[in-house]
C-alpha cells in the first residue's frame, strides 16, 4: 500500500496547474514539503471542511481545476458534503479522499473505514457519477485527471516533516494574489 | 411577494452578492426563490450551515461576495468553522440569519437557541445589524458587507419574526 505522502506526490506532479485545497495537520504538513506553492490552501483549522472550501472555489472559479484532499475521517465528519458535490458535480472539481482508515493526527485512533464503511460506496450512493478507487500512484496520477471523487487507500500513519512556517494570512493573501483576486 | 423579502433581496442586490449558501427557514422562503431565479447569483443549498461557511469561504477565496442564508439555529452548528476558518484567515462573510424563537414565536423548541442568538455573536465578538422594517434592510445589506469586508470577518444581519410579519 502507498504511503499518504507518496499519493500526495502523484497529485502535485501530476496536476501542476490545480489548485489545491488540503485538510488540516500532517496532510498539509507533507503538502507542504513535497510542494509548496501559492496555489496551495493549507487549512488550519475547521475539519471537515475542505470538501465545501473547495467546490465553493471551483464554483467561483470554473476556469481553474480545483482538488480538496482530504482524509476519511474529515469527509466522515462531513458526510453531507457528498450530496452537495453530487448536486452540482461542476467539471472542474475532484476530490481526494486518502483513505488511512484513522485520525493519524491524533495518534491513528481507528475510523469507520477500518471496519465495514465504504466511502466510494457512499458517493455513488450520494449520486456522484465518477468515482474511483487508486491503490497506487500509477493509478492516482490517472484519476487526478477526471471529477468528481478519487479514493485512495494509504498507509496509516505520517512521515516526519516540517510544520508548516507560514501564517494564515500568509496562506491566504498568497493563495488570492495567485488567483489575481484583490484580498 | 412581500415587502420584508423584496426588500432584502433588493439590499443583497445593492451590495452586490453574487454567491448564496442557505439551509431554508420557512421566513425565508420567498426570497430563496428570488435569488434561486436571479441568473447572476450562485445558489448552493447547503446540508448543513457549517458546511455553508466552507463553502463561502471558499467563493470568496475564488472572488466572490458570498452571503449565507440561515435559521438562528444554524448558528450553533457554525461556530468551530467561523472561529477557525473565518476568524482566522481573515475572511469576510455575510451572514442573513432568520432570528426565530423570539416574541411572536410558536414553536417551543425555537426558543433557546432564540435567546442565545444575540449572546452568542456578541461572545464570538460578530458584529449583527437587526433592520426593523424592509425599508432599512435595503440598506443593511450593503452596509454589512462593507463592514464585514473592511474588517476580515464575518457581519450577521438578524430578521426576526417582527420583521418578516412587517408586510
Given amino acids: 500500500m502507498m504511503k499518504r505522502i507518496e499519493a500526495i506526490d502523484a497529485v502535485t506532479s501530476?496536476?501542476?496547474?490545480?489548485?489545491?485545497?488540503?485538510?488540516?495537520?500532517?496532510?498539509?504538513?507533507?503538502?507542504?514539503s513535497v510542494m509548496d506553492r501559492p496555489g496551495n490552501f493549507y487549512m488550519l483549522g475547521s475539519m471537515g471542511l475542505a470538501s465545501s472550501i473547495g467546490l465553493g472555489l471551483a464554483l467561483a472559479r470554473p476556469d481553474r481545476k480545483v482538488i480538496s484532499l482530504d482524509g476519511d475521517g474529515a469527509v466522515l465528519m462531513n458526510l453531507g458534503t457528498l450530496a452537495t458535490i453530487a448536486s452540482f458535480a461542476p467539471d472542474n472539481y475532484l476530490l481526494v479522499i486518502l483513505d488511512n482508515g484513522a485520525y493519524c493526527s491524533t495518534g491513528c485512533q481507528p475510523t469507520a473505514t477500518s471496519r465495514s464503511t465504504d466511502l466510494a460506496e457512499m458517493a455513488r450512493g450520494a449520486g456522484i457519477r465518477e468515482v474511483r478507487a487508486a491503490s497506487n500512484p500509477?493509478?492516482?496520477?490517472?484519476?487526478?485527471?477526471?471529477?468528481?471523487?478519487?479514493?485512495?487507500?494509504?498507509?496509516?500513519?505520517?512521515?516526519?516533516?516540517?510544520?508548516?512556517?507560514?501564517?494564515?494570512?500568509?496562506?491566504?493573501?498568497?493563495?488570492?494574489?495567485?488567483?489575481?483576486?484583490?484580498? | 411577494?412581500?415587502?420584508?423579502?423584496?426588500?432584502?433581496?433588493?439590499g443583497l442586490k445593492r451590495a452586490k452578492i453574487d454567491f448564496v449558501t442557505s439551509v431554508p427557514c420557512v421566513n425565508l422562503k420567498e426570497l430563496l426563490s428570488l435569488l434561486e431565479s436571479d441568473h447572476d447569483i450562485t445558489c448552493i443549498p447547503a446540508t448543513r450551515e457549517e458546511e455553508g461557511i466552507g463553502l463561502c469561504?471558499?467563493?470568496?477565496?475564488?472572488?466572490?461576495?458570498?452571503?449565507?442564508?440561515?435559521?438562528?439555529?444554524?448558528?450553533?452548528?457554525?461556530?468551530?468553522?467561523?472561529?477557525?476558518?473565518?476568524?482566522?484567515?481573515?475572511?469576510?462573510?455575510?451572514?442573513?440569519?432568520?432570528?426565530?424563537?423570539?416574541?411572536?414565536?410558536?414553536?417551543?423548541?425555537?426558543?433557546?437557541?432564540?435567546?442565545?442568538?444575540?449572546?452568542?455573536?456578541n461572545t464570538l465578538g460578530i458584529r449583527w445589524l437587526r433592520p426593523g422594517a424592509p425599508e432599512e434592510a435595503k440598506w443593511a445589506m450593503a452596509e454589512a458587507w462593507n463592514l464585514?469586508?473592511?474588517?476580515?470577518?464575518?457581519?450577521?444581519?438578524?430578521?426576526?419574526?417582527?420583521f418578516w410579519r412587517g408586510a
Fill in chain 1, 14 to 32: 501530476t496536476a501542476r496547474d490545480a489548485l489545491i485545497v488540503c485538510n488540516l495537520g500532517f496532510p498539509c504538513r507533507e503538502l507542504y
Fill in chain 1, 138 to 183: 500509477e493509478e492516482l496520477a490517472e484519476a487526478i485527471m477526471g471529477k468528481g471523487v478519487v479514493v485512495a487507500k494509504v498507509e496509516a500513519g505520517n512521515a516526519e516533516v516540517p510544520v508548516i512556517d507560514l501564517s494564515p494570512e500568509q496562506i491566504r493573501d498568497r493563495f488570492m494574489k495567485s488567483l489575481a483576486v484583490p484580498g
Fill in chain 2, 1 to 10: 411577494m412581500t415587502k420584508s423579502s423584496a426588500a432584502v433581496y433588493s
Fill in chain 2, 57 to 121: 469561504a471558499g467563493a470568496y477565496l475564488g472572488g466572490k461576495r458570498p452571503a449565507i442564508l440561515m435559521q438562528n439555529s444554524g448558528l450553533g452548528n457554525s461556530i468551530n468553522a467561523l472561529a477557525s476558518l473565518d476568524f482566522l484567515y481573515r475572511i469576510p462573510l455575510l451572514m442573513i440569519i432568520s432570528h426565530r424563537g423570539v416574541e411572536g414565536e410558536n414553536i417551543v423548541a425555537q426558543v433557546p437557541m432564540g435567546q442565545l442568538t444575540e449572546p452568542l455573536l
Fill in chain 2, 148 to 162: 464585514a469586508r473592511s474588517e476580515g470577518r464575518p457581519v450577521a444581519v438578524l430578521l426576526d419574526i417582527s
